[in-house]
């Protein structure tokens, strides 16, 4: 299994709810990554997890807040978002964590098309 | 910002022409990777090159890299309707500490 599936799609939410993305790999990495991507844009780094512990944080707003209950699984979830929020969140896994003779190689998943009104 | 810098932002070809994007970066690399995305999917892992090689293969790519002027070069032969997406150059830089830092990309259209 070589793939790194998040789910949902598609998500609309209001900027009172509370919802989560999901991410799971089968793959044995050991590093997951947020990444969250507006149009024509790059995808920015969001959060870390090497051995399912929060390694970095790229200063996100607290509105986002990750966890990773095991190897296999990372989730974002989500609260008091903002329509500025609104933007396609990918999900990353890589082999090894960054600094441990990783070749920083990502295996995205399909991502996470997130629209705040 | 560390984040390379592509160019051109677009381009468009006709199908069976070759594409060339070009990614510039600032300080030293452990490796230069290249990325492929569909409008709206992820991203998808096309080549790597070390920052020992010059230049490397893969189908109908082709990878340089010059470390001496910091930048790089993707070339797709013979383009397809089907290479219509945003590619993305990343760097893994020497320390190796930081995760890969993504260009800002250089969408591609190639018209059939």
């Known amino acids: 299994d070589t793939e790194v599936t998040q789910t949902p799609k598609h998500l609309v939410m209001g900027m009172t709810n509370k919802k989560s993305l999901k991410c799971e790999q089968h793959?044995?990495?050991?590093?997951m990554y947020w990444y969250k991507q507006k149009a024509k844009k790059p995808p920015e780094l969001m959060f870390v997890?090497?051995?399912?512990?929060?390694?970095i944080n790229e200063s996100v707003p607290s509105r986002f807040s990750p966890e990773c209950p095991n190897s296999s699984l990372l989730n974002l979830h989500l609260h008091a978002l903002q329509p500025e929020d609104s933007a396609l969140y990918l999900c990353?896994?890589?082999?090894?964590?960054?600094?441990?003779?990783?070749?920083?190689?990502?295996?995205f998943g399909e991502g996470s098309r997130l629209t705040v009104l | 910002s560390q984040q390379g810098e592509e160019d051109p932002q677009a381009l468009s070809i006709q199908e069976g022409e070759n594409a060339t994007m070009n990614c510039s970066y600032k300080t030293s690399i452990n490796n230069l990777q290249w990325y492929r995305q569909n409008s709206g999917r992820g991203l998808v892992h096309l080549i790597l090159?070390?920052?020992?090689?010059r230049e490397k293969h893969s189908g109908r790519l082709r990878v340089t890299l010059d470390t001496s002027k910091k930048s790089s070069s993707l070339l797709i032969t013979a383009s397809r309707a089907a290479d219509t997406a945003s590619y993305f150059c990343?760097?893994?830089?020497?320390?190796?500490?930081?995760?890969?830092?993504f260009g800002k990309g250089t969408r591609l259209s190639v018209i059939a």
């Open positions: 997890y090497s051995y399912e512990k929060l390694s």
């Open positions: 990343a760097t893994l830089f020497n320390s190796g500490n930081t995760p890969l830092v």
């Open positions: 090159i070390r920052s020992n090689e």
């Open positions: 793959m044995g990495h050991r590093a």
């Open positions: 990353a896994s890589s082999l090894t964590v960054p600094g441990q003779g990783s070749t920083g190689e990502l295996f």
